[in-house]
């Protein structure tokens, strides 16, 4: 079955019961049993529901795992997996990694007793060099966020192999329409759910989906016993976002690509990071694992002012946090997705005052051309 | 089976799949069919939705009736009520019932429909205006904002004698308190917004009729017009439902503590709630119910002080609607009823020194020292 297939029909995607071509939204915490003995496979409802069975097994499908699991959020979902190790083990983590995700193991999972050694991992080789003899796993985002490095999965995942760590990637930027990283040797995939696979702006949501059987009891082990699951309702709208993931992706992307070109060539842009543009240093690898540049894109202003100006003066996407959604989201990193990194850090990872951060939407791209051309003409304007 | 049984266990045993004893929500538009010309008893959600017939199921059981149908609002539950009617018809309605309902027998006096605005709280007015084109009689009871009593068993033997229907809109009370069904109605109309549904947080509307013939038109209605109630807040009626018996008592207790209260208001020139003694509508509605209801007009000594109260309450809300867990406080004159003439508002006593009261399930002293406040700034 060719994907846009299995984005429609992939698990339970009917209801048995009565025929009902979307599953029933079971907003219920407990099952009524036959017998005291003999439970039921449906007991309770943080260990079992069937709406959100239905997205977890869906996402599964899509990535090619044998498991999916719904959390509440994209950080509830990590955490989970994080849960994996124990004290006194250490992970390996793309430098650049979602600012949540550097908080989370800078914090608590440090105080906690799990190390996290930062890499460069655009060369993989300083992975290599990183692996200490408590290394049990290497976390992956790529596209990176926000400058939109790109790692190689193949590379990653020997490497994981040749020193038997386990293999985890958030797979939020580009989901399992564009990129299939179990397809390459991965272990674990994450989502940020909230993103592309929901679409629309309109739920917190986190996937874990894993390869095989002992990783899915375990991760249905700490699920069932932390219960950061994903609620019925938003299971319910996930999936039906699901449904459109095709589509809008190949609309976004399309966009998204446009625009990168088109900020090129632009006054006061210094640079623009997108995986397909022929200056992008990954545009290669990219290409052999991704079937496209997906809907990020982040732009380089000359100044912080220029940036600034920008961002104050665009009508069409909205300013906010968040990104992956039918509306564009304009997000400052600086004191947005990546606030929880000090300074230093993000100045070291590339993100300087001056980036702006674009998640491209269904908008027409002709009025988001017009649209940040003229916010661009009053941010260069002098006042 | 007792009616607080009923109710705390509605669609609790619906699902054999999973044992979920909560009601799934349906949220589906159409339904897969086993082979040709089979079907799972669902074929499209406009024609029926589980999680909707479930809510149905259960409200035509506690009411007494042949069946219920769940409606996007009361206005669209009586519009569809309306349908069965034809041009020439002649219905004897309350006079001062609902704004939006008056609105709505305006609309269908286009269509050829008449309507007979009648003082339903004496029967024999009733009399009076029935004539050989009276197909019904529309009442409700308690009225809004008025609170009058009809006198359901006596009207109840005049349909029956001249062979009417009678529509009774039971908002106010709830099968909980009223059952309109053992006096002789036909049909029993809700704005399921209010009472049944309990939060505010959902817009619906309910028609249960007595007998299968009647159901069978109402029904060809509903799925021809299709004004029905989606799966997520027939599901959130359903939700509201289990804790009716509990809201209704509680509020009703509240009422009573409030309306006695504000009889000895200074500010307070007339209190109108049938659960006080002296009321006029005290004896017959003990009668015909089990309780005297959660709403409460009351009139202050001049219109200049309303503006003040209206924005001095903080625990009482000044919005429109009632029936929910928050206390709410209206002004019929402007709001709920300003579809009126103001001729016919003057005639009924809606004026502009009365304000309506929902009561909540807030503390009793919380409300009171709230109106108490707003009342004295005022």
Known sequence: ?383 | MKIETLLSQAGSKWDNRTGAVSMPIYQVATFRHPELGKSTGFDYSRSGNPTRAVLENILAKLEGGAKAFAFSSGMSAIDCLLRIFMPGDHLIVTEDLYGGSYRLFEEYKKLGIDFSYVDTSSWENILFYINERTKAIFIETPTNPLLKVADLYKIGKIAKENKLLLIVDNTFLTFYLQKPFLFGADIVVYSASKYLSGHNDVIGGILVVKDETLAEKVYFYQNSIGSILGPFDSWLVLRGLKTLHLRMERQCRNALKIAKWLEHHHKVKKVYYPGLKNSIWYNILKKQSKGFGAMISFEVESASIVPAILSKVETFLFAESLGGVESLITYPYLQTHSAMSEDLRRRLGINDRLLRLSVGLENYEDLINDLDNALNVG
């Not at chain 1, 017998?35 to 499908?61: C, F, M």
């Open chain 1, 1 to 383: 079955m060719k994907i846009k297939t299995k984005i429609i029909h992939s698990g339970i995607d009917k209801d048995p019961y009565t025929g009902a071509s979307s599953i029933p939204i079971y907003q219920v915490s407990t099952y009524a049993q036959e017998d005291p003995i003999k439970l039921g496979k449906y007991d309770y409802g943080r260990s079992d529901n069937l709406t959100r069975h239905a997205v977890e097994e869906a996402v599964a499908n899509l990535e090619g795992g044998i498991k999916g699991f719904a959390f509440g959020s994209g950080m509830a979902a990590i955490s989970s997996v994080f849960l994996l190790f124990k004290p006194g083990d250490s992970i390996v983590v793309t430098e650049d990694v979602y600012g949540g995700t550097y908080r989370v193991l800078n914090t608590i999972f440090k105080s906690w007793g799990l190390k996290s050694i930062f890499v460069d991992m655009s060369e993989p080789e300083k992975i290599i060099k990183a692996i200490e003899p408590d290394t049990k796993a290497i976390f992956v985002e790529t596209p990176t966020n926000p400058v939109l490095k790109i790692i190689d999965l193949s590379a990653v995942s020997e490497i994981a192999k040749k020193f038997n760590l386990i293999s985890i990637i958030d797979n939020t930027f580009m989901t399992p329409y564009l990129q299939r990283p179990i397809e390459f040797g991965f272990d674990i995939v994450i989502h940020s759910a909230t993103k592309f696979l929901g679409g629309h702006s309109d739920l917190i949501a986190g996937i874990v989906v894993v390869k095989n059987e002992e990783l899915a009891v375990k991760i249905k082990r700490i699920q069932n016993s932390f219960g950061a699951i994903l609620g019925p309702m938003d299971s319910f709208l996930l999936h039906r976002g699901l449904k459109t993931l095709a589509v809008r992706l190949e609309a976004q992307q399309k966009t998204a690509f446009e625009l990168a070109k088109w900020f090129v060539n632009e006054r006061g842009v210094k640079r623009v990071f997108y995986p397909l543009l022929d200056d992008h240093k990954g545009k290669e690898i990219h290409i052999r694992q991704a079937d496209g540049g997906g809907a990020v894109l982040s732009v380089e202003f000359e100044t912080f002012d220029i940036a600034y100006k920008f961002m104050k003066s665009v009508k069409i996407p909205l300013l906010g946090v968040s990104l992956g959604g039918v509306e564009s989201i304009l997000s400052y990193p600086s004191t947005m997705s990546h606030a929880s990194m000090p300074e230093g850090e993000r100045l070291k990872r590339g993100i300087s005052n001056s980036l702006v951060r674009l998640s491209v939407g269904l908008e027409d791209v002709d009025d988001l051309k017009e649209d940040f051309s003229s916010a661009l003409y009053i941010a260069l304007s002098k006042s």
